[in-house]
């Protein structure tokens, strides 16, 4: 009987260790699969979307999403500006006065992006129709006029040429695609910077923040020119250009007793660094 019962323990000791190593099997499929989600991990500006469909900000998620790319270094490819000459001729491309563009000529020049370079660097020879790449530090601006219209303008600071420029554009084209790591067309980031900004500028936003000042500029003569209040802190400031006259003192009583003020308006530009919205209501 005893020899029985060991026979028994030993079958149920077997099972036992196969179906742990079944187990094993299991958990490694699914170790893969995790592996392979993180390769495929979302890009770093995946939540700017999300954020830019909110109505409401506070003044935090109003600087990502205004600034996300700002001082972000990025390697870019275009084509040497050359206003006048068709394809296959040659130009000069002297530095820190010739900019990039994403058509071979001017005829098809849809943006223009200065690049700034790090040192003086001897002039280059290039062909219309090259393609070329640097690498540098993104400064990007942004204003609403009536009078010249709404403007993007890119700039590349501290730039420096690379070698192998390959990325003629189409690879990027939304904020999901941009991977600093890789080269980006200009174009390519021209356009998805624009398009944001210009969503963003045709809706009504709220800027919710602790208030920081008002700020009143007037003419020579005494006229009222802006009304700007400032909400948030100084790494995160939102400037809103007021409609009309606000009450500073009741501003400052909402700072005191700890609570935010929240004004409605348009996105309309990037100022001194910081977000701006116009045509400012207390809410």
């Not at 700002?70 to 010739?98: D, H, K, S």
């Not at 058509?103 to 943006?111: L, M």
């Amino acid at each position: 009987m005893k020899k029985h019962l060991k026979i028994m323990s030993l079958v149920i000791a077997f099972a036992l260790l196969a179906t742990s190593c079944g187990g094993d099997e299991n958990d490694n499929t699914g170790m893969d699969a995790t592996t392979n989600g993180e390769e495929m991990a979302q890009s770093e500006f995946a939540d700017i979307a999300d954020l830019s469909g909110q109505k409401t900000f506070t003044t935090e998620e109003f600087n990502r999403v205004i600034l996300f790319l700002e001082e972000r270094e990025v390697i870019l490819t275009g084509y040497p500006n050359a206003y006048r000459l068709g394809e296959g001729e040659e130009t000069e491309f002297i530095p820190n006065r010739t900019e990039m563009i994403d058509g071979i000529d001017n005829s098809v020049d849809n943006c223009s992006i200065r690049i700034k370079f790090k040192n003086e660097e001897e002039t280059k020879m290039m062909h219309i129709g090259d393609l070329f790449g640097v690498k540098g530090t993104l400064s990007i601006s942004y204003s609403v006029s009536q009078k010249w219209g709404n403007t993007t303008a890119i700039q590349v600071k501290d730039a420096e040429f690379i070698d192998d420029a390959e990325q003629k554009g189409g690879a990027a084209a939304s904020f999901e695609d941009i991977d600093l790591e890789e080269q980006i067309f200009c174009g390519d980031l021209f356009a998805i910077i624009d398009k944001h900004y210009e969503t963003l500028s045709k809706k009504k936003v709220e800027i919710s923040g602790r208030y920081l000042s008002t700020t009143t500029s007037k003419s020579n003569d005494g006229e009222i020119l802006e009304i700007r209040v400032d909400l948030g802190d100084y790494d995160n400031k939102v400037g809103c250009e007021m409609k009309e006259e606000t009450d500073s003192e009741s501003l400052s009583a909402k700072r005191q007793a700890g609570k935010n003020v929240v004004i409605e308006g348009k996105f309309s530009g990037i100022t001194f660094g910081n977000p701006r919205v116009s045509g400012g209501v207390v809410k």
